[in-house]
T-cell receptor, first 113, second 114 residues
Framework: GNSVTQMEGPVTLSEEAFLTINCTYT??????LFWYVQYPGEGLQLLLK?????DKGSNKGFEATYRKETTSFHLEKGSVQVSDSAVYFC????????????FGRGTSLIVHP | DTGVSQDPRHKITKRGQNVTFRCDPI?????LYWYRQTLGQGPEFLTY????????KSRLLSDRFSAERPKGSFSTLEIQRTEQGDSAMYLC????????????FGPGTRLTVL
């Protein structure tokens, strides 16, 4: 079945630092790829997505590129803010005839002023 | 668009009791998912509906769990004879096919089994 591996957290950064959160996957077929974010006390919400190889998803200064050759979808941001502190989940859409989306275990980001 | 809503937001119950949770998806969304999330983990798939049809159910799901979506709108998730290991956040999400599978999540129901 499909699986997602995310880097362990927490990731602790100072404001304006560069962020990378690694995500690699195994999948049957060619699923869409997603990053969801969960702010404290809130539900998951879509941050960005990419639907095919070499697509770049972007939103709120975050970016991730669908890399089929390395089966990766790393999340990056050039300059983080305190308000970016949250848990970030990498996810695969359904593929290979299954209806089941697959989520990583999440990476907590803590940004200090 | 009022978003996905879930009720109740919190439920505390004693071991052995039955509980039922409700999810109201975004009105035009025909796909509905239930997940379970425990501390430090990502959402774990439980079951999936397309309209009123339950098309997929996790093999990990005990037969104490059942879900319905009788008219293709709201859905209920029932857990019978609850166990302490059922304590978790139960998430509902909906999506509109064929919009590249983006899911819209509700705030979740936190279940505590004493």
């Amino acid at each position: 079945g499909n699986s997602v591996t995310q880097m362990e957290g927490p990731v602790t950064l100072s404001e304006e630092a560069f962020l990378t959160i690694n995500c690699t996957y195994t999948a049957t077929g060619y699923p869409s790829l997603f990053w969801y974010v969960q702010y404290p006390g809130e539900g998951l919400q879509l941050l960005l997505k990419a639907t095919k190889a070499d697509d770049k998803g972007s939103n709120k200064g975050f970016e991730a590129t669908y890399r089929k050759e390395t089966t990766s979808f790393h999340l990056e941001k050039g300059s983080v803010q305190v308000s970016d502190s949250a848990v970030y989940f990498c996810a695969l859409g359904p593929s290979g005839g299954s209806y089941i989306p697959t989520f990583g275990r999440g990476t907590s980001l803590i940004v200090h002023p | 668009d009022t978003g996905v809503s879930q009720d109740p937001r919190h439920k505390i119950t004693k071991r052995g009791q039955n509980v039922t949770f409700r999810c109201d998806p975004i009105s035009e969304h025909n796909r509905l998912y239930w997940y379970r999330q425990t501390l430090g983990q990502g959402p774990e798939f439980l079951t999936y509906f397309q309209n009123e049809a339950q098309l997929e159910k996790s093999r990990l799901l005990s037969d104490r769990f059942s879900a319905e979506r009788p008219k293709g709108s709201f859905s209920t998730l029932e857990i019978q004879r609850t166990e302490q290991g059922d304590s978790a956040m139960y998430l509902c999400a909906s999506s509109l096919t064929p919009a590249a599978d983006t899911q819209y999540f509700g705030p979740g129901t936190r279940l505590t089994v004493l």
